[in-house]
């Protein structure tokens, strides 16, 4: 993938989990805020002030997340956002972070809403 292409993907990935969570919040199931800055998603809980970062790194090509849980490095494997670690899908792991970080009922953040 051309650095042009990831820089694209990555735009339309961290729009997708704003557009997600903002969902969220509209239907009063989060209390959160989003922010963007360039290739930097903050997500805020506004209950608690936790915060989780979501930023591109166009020269690993990969997505990285910083939350209370730790940090994660996601590199696209056949169409899906793949941790580097274990596996595990981004959008999966946005909605474990979110319900965690939210300390409320399970929250699932999707790009397909």
Request: charged content about 25%.
């Amino acid at each position: 993938m051309t650095e042009t292409e990831f820089l694209d993907l990555a735009d339309s990935t961290l729009n997708a989990i704003e557009a997600a969570l903002d969902r969220l919040n509209d239907d009063n199931r989060l209390d959160v805020e989003c922010s963007r800055n360039g290739n930097v998603l903050e997500i805020e809980f506004l209950h608690n002030g936790s915060k989780v970062i979501v930023n591109s790194q166009a020269a690993m090509q990969e997505l990285w997340v910083a939350a209370r849980s730790g940090g994660f490095h996601y590199r696209r494997v056949d169409g899906r956002w793949i941790n580097t670690r274990d596996g595990g899908e981004l959008f999966d792991a946005l909605s474990q972070i979110a319900t965690e970080q939210s300390g409320g009922a399970p929250v699932i953040v999707s790009e397909n809403l």
